[in-house]
């Protein structure tokens, strides 16, 4: 499975726009990327998945280069609610959408 | 998105007693369930795939007779936890794939925080 590289925490203010690129060198042909968003004792949450150049739903922005060596989230305007780690993951439909889980970005937004 | 529930959403247990932990895919069939462990501070960690009709497999370091895991339908994996101790307190996540037509997304349960004594 491909390894992937986040940054380990973030700080940012109300209402900025956050990115958190993720690298991802190893990406198979056949892998997704996915995020997720994780709070405190719970499970994460689905954000957004793609594959190549950009996806946007109504809460995020992915950027995915041509290579697809690596993928930029992005956040508009976050609020404190949006303090959580974030996980970036790539993945293969064949193998059932199995997925590892890196280390994750501990995002923090500031007041 | 889809839906995925977790049963109990936490358990405390004496040692040496099992727990059994269920993970239900409500709005979508899951061929496919995965088990992760999650302890203070870390990330998720693989315990094993749940495969349904067939036998869960398990990721190196992870003992499948300390916890056993059964997929008997296309929307129910459970995960027990045999002989528990101490140890094995920690927070436990499913989750359970979507791969039906072009759908390749991961959907995770809410956890189940499990403390044994």
């Known amino acids: 499975l491909a390894k992937t590289t986040q940054p380990i925490s973030m700080d940012s203010y109300e209402g900025q726009e956050v990115n958190i690129t993720c690298s991802h060198n190893n990406i198979a042909t056949n892998d997704y990327i996915t995020w997720y968003q994780q709070f405190p004792s719970q499970g994460p949450r689905f954000i957004i998945q793609g594959y190549k150049t950009k996806v946007t739903n109504e809460v995020a922005s992915l950027f995915i280069p041509a290579d697809r060596k690596s993928s930029t989230l992005s956040l508009p305007r976050v609020s404190l609610s949006d303090t959580a780690v974030y996980y970036c993951?790539?993945?293969?439909?064949?193998?059932?959408?199995?997925?590892?889980f890196g280390g994750g970005t501990r995002v923090l937004v500031k007041p | 998105g889809a839906v995925v529930s977790q049963h109990p959403s936490w358990v405390i247990c004496k040692s040496g007693t099992s727990v059994k932990i269920e993970c239900r895919s409500l709005d979508f069939q899951a061929t496919t369930m995965f088990w992760y462990r999650q302890f203070p501070k870390q990330s998720l960690m693989l315990m094993a795939t749940?495969?349904?009709?067939?036998?869960?497999?398990?990721e190196q370091g992870v003992e499948k007779d300390k916890f056993l895991i059964n997929h008997a339908s296309l929307t129910l994996s459970t995960l027990t936890v045999t002989s528990a101790h101490p140890e094995d307190s920690s927070f436990y996540i499913c989750?359970?794939?979507?791969?039906?037509?072009?759908?390749?997304?991961?959907?995770f349960g809410p956890g189940t925080r499990l403390l044994v004594l």
């Open positions: 749940s495969n349904e009709g067939s036998k869960a497999t398990y």
């Open positions: 993951l790539v993945g293969d439909k064949a193998a059932g959408n199995k997925l590892t």
């Open positions: 989750s359970a794939s979507d791969t039906s037509g072009s759908k390749k997304t991961q959907y």
